[in-house]
């Protein structure tokens, strides 16, 4: 590394900066708890349970959850997911997906659909992105169990219509699964309000939380008497059986907890919820808008998805004329100290609908923290890229 200040528009993979408290909760515990939750019951070990346990409380004020206890962490919203679908479907269900999902959904459906008979369909959505909910609603049949959906694409930022197809699942008494990795945090979703049953989260994106910290919050409709857990192992609850817990969190979580991590990521949500998703909101529309005026004046750059900086998360996909993306991100990266990510993002059907397959994209995923200047600079250097 140089000198040069770093431009990191890599924050639809993970957040960064982080807000300094992030730093300072996490070597906090490091340096004077340091004890694993739920296992002893002297002080420190106290301590750590408290920690983690004020982690999914505040994980459920941001998705407006009513109780702590149904927030499972995990590594991920990847494991979230899987532990979403494999834990609910069974051989013979039927599960609709859209065609702008991440892989984080499109494998594991895959994988049940070659190994255990499920039955999947990949709603079409538009060459920008955008989904028809009466699309979806017709395609539900007698055998559908579920809807799973990306609340924001990864690739172009666009927002899925998820509210209204919650209220679609309501209306036919099928589970709503929604990944909100590039939501939670910078965009409202609201379990109640949008008819969310099962919502998979991750810590380092939005939630400005550490790596290795997500999870999935399970609603009360589903029934936890059927739920297969991804795992079993020691919980620290009722070790006097050698069978699994059957209660929540228990049931999903077997083996020693990430507590550093949730010490990070509470320190994370407090800032958002300080600071309001509303308006974090508001502040990352005024920078995506910023950097889609100055990209559309330059004449070889081909903005992908749809153009609109309105109902959008602060992602945005292009690619310059005669030029390969991984040539533009080397570029940016070399020439001007601009860190973003280039390909397919894990999202190769995502990547078909936006008719980008298989060559990809160059993507800049802003934040709260980017700022006027660094996207008029990113702007400058892409002209120059391009001449």
Request: hydrophobic residues 35%; charged residues 25%.
């Amino acid at each position: 590394m140089t000198d040069r200040e770093i431009i990191y528009f890599d924050n639809a993979a993970t957040s960064w900066p982080k807000p300094p408290g992030v730093a300072e909760k996490m070597s906090e515990f490091v340096n004077c708890v340091g004890a694993n939750p739920g296992r002893s019951g002297h002080r420190l070990s106290i301590e750590a349970a408290r920690i983690v346990f004020d982690a999914r409380e505040k994980v459920t004020r941001l998705f407006n959850s009513d109780d702590p206890g149904r927030v499972v962490f995990g590594l991920n919203a990847t494991e979230g997911l899987n532990l979403a679908l494999k834990g609910v479907l069974r051989s013979g269900d039927h599960v609709i997906t859209s065609g702008m999902e991440h892989n984080s959904v499109m494998r594991p459906l895959r994988e049940m659909e070659k190994r255990n008979g499920i039955k999947v369909t990949v709603v079409k959505c538009s060459s920008t992105g955008h989904l028809d909910p009466d699309d979806l609603k017709s395609k539900i049949t007698p055998e559908t169990k579920m809807v799973v959906l990306n609340s924001a694409s990864n690739v172009v930022g666009t927002l899925l219509p998820f509210s209204e197809v919650g209220k679609i699942c309501r209306e036919h008494g099928l589970l709503f699964t929604l990944d909100t990795a590039q939501t939670g945090g910078c965009y409202p979703v609201d379990m109640k309000k949008d008819n969310v049953d099962m919502l998979a989260f991750t810590g380092h994106k939005a939630m400005l939380g550490p790596q290795g910290i997500g999870g999935l919050v399970i609603g009360e409709r589903v029934d936890t008497d059927g739920l297969i857990p991804l795992k079993q192992g020691g919980t620290g609850s009722r070790s006097e059986l050698e069978t699994h817990p059957s209660f929540l969190p228990d049931l999903c979580e077997a083996g020693t907890p990430n507590t550093v991590g949730a010490a990070g990521l509470e320190a994370g949500l407090d800032f958002i919820l300080s600071e309001t998703v509303e308006k974090i909101h508001c502040r990352e529309q005024q920078l995506i808008k910023r950097l889609i005026e100055g990209m559309s004046g330059i004449p070889k750059i081909k903005l992908v998805g749809d153009p609109d900086p309105g109902s959008r998360v602060p992602t945005i996909s292009f690619n310059i004329d005669g030029m390969q993306s991984s040539e533009v991100g080397l570029r940016l990266d070399d020439e001007f100290g601009i860190m973003c990510r280039v390909g397919l993002h894990c999202a190769p059907a995502a990547h078909r609908t936006l008719g980008t397959a298989p060559e990809g994209t160059v993507r800049f995923g802003l934040s709260y923290f980017t700022t006027e200047d660094q996207i008029d600079y990113a702007v400058d250097a892409l002209i120059k890229i391009s001449d």
